[in-house]
């Protein structure tokens, strides 16, 4: 079992920043992949970035590229995610997943991941 707190979540104004962070514990060592989802009420849950632990092997979802950066603390089995220039359609609850690595591809897909956090709010004023 791999358990993942989220934190760093808040409200900010549109062109404005937040950090959130992600604390894995338990069986870490069976989960290289990580990644954020996030989702709006009524809407599918779609995947914002993602990272693999070993290799550090990122992918970004096309309407984040250039804004969010993803990485991670491997001596802390931490995973970030810095939005920048932050919009109100950036607006959801983010979620941090973890599952198998898929060698060097990283998943995009609710269904690549096996673990999950409790999920933070982002709310992003215009």
């Known amino acids: 079992q791999v358990q993942l707190v989220e934190s760093g979540g808040g409200l900010v104004q549109a062109g404005g920043s937040l950090r959130l962070s992600c604390a894995a514990s338990g069986r870490t060592s069976s989960s290289n992949a990580m990644a954020w989802f996030r989702q709006d009420p009524g809407k599918e849950r779609e995947f914002v970035a993602g990272i693999t632990w070993s290799a550090g092997y990122t992918n970004f979802a096309d309407s984040v590229k250039g804004r969010f950066t993803i990485s991670r603390d491997n001596a802390k089995n931490t995973m970030y995610l810095q939005m920048n220039s932050l919009k109100p359609e950036d607006t959801a609850v983010y979620y941090c997943?973890?599952?198998?690595?898929?060698?060097?591809?990283?998943?995009?897909?609710?269904?690549?991941?096996?673990?999950w956090g409790q999920g933070t709010q982002v709310t992003v004023s215009s």
């Open positions: 997943a973890a599952g198998p690595s898929l060698g060097l591809r990283i998943g995009t897909s609710r269904a690549n991941y096996i673990y």
